[in-house]
């Protein structure tokens, strides 16, 4: 069983960055593929980024490819999504995801087998 914990949500002014962490347990994360969703109020969950196991592969959602870095570090068994030139669009509860490791990276919600409780990230305009 996999445990995932998220840190390091908050508030900030667009334009801003924040960088969102998510601490894993259990299976070796070296197995795992990692993925970051986020849901706004009122909205569906969206896929944001994903990266494999050994990051060589990476996928971001249009929306903030060229803003978002997803990374993890295997030694620390965490994987971490930094935000640079934030709208208040990108605000929500973002949630840390994992799933077995395969050779591309799925973007729906229900490829991921475990989650997070997730972080709520607030973009002022």
């Known amino acids: 069983q996999v445990q995932l914990v998220e840190f390091g949500g908050g508030l900030v002014q667009a334009g801003g960055s924040l960088r969102i962490s998510c601490a894993a347990s259990?299976?070796?994360?070296?197995?795992?593929?990692m993925g970051w969703f986020r849901q706004g109020a009122g909205k569906e969950r969206e896929f944001v980024a994903a990266?494999?196991?050994?990051?060589?592969?990476?996928s971001y959602a249009d929306s903030i490819k060229g803003r978002f870095t997803i990374s993890r570090d295997n030694a620390k068994n965490t994987v971490y999504l930094q935000m640079n030139s934030l709208k208040p669009e990108d605000t929500g509860v973002y949630s840390c995801?994992?799933?077995?490791?395969?050779?591309?990276?799925?973007?729906?919600?229900?490829?991921?087998?475990?989650w997070g409780r997730g972080t709520q990230v607030t973009v002022s305009s």
């Open positions: 995801a994992a799933r077995p490791n395969r050779y591309t990276i799925p973007r729906s919600p229900t490829d991921y087998n475990y």
């Open positions: 259990g299976p070796p994360f070296t197995t795992l593929i």
């Open positions: 990266i494999t196991s050994n990051s060589g592969i990476t």
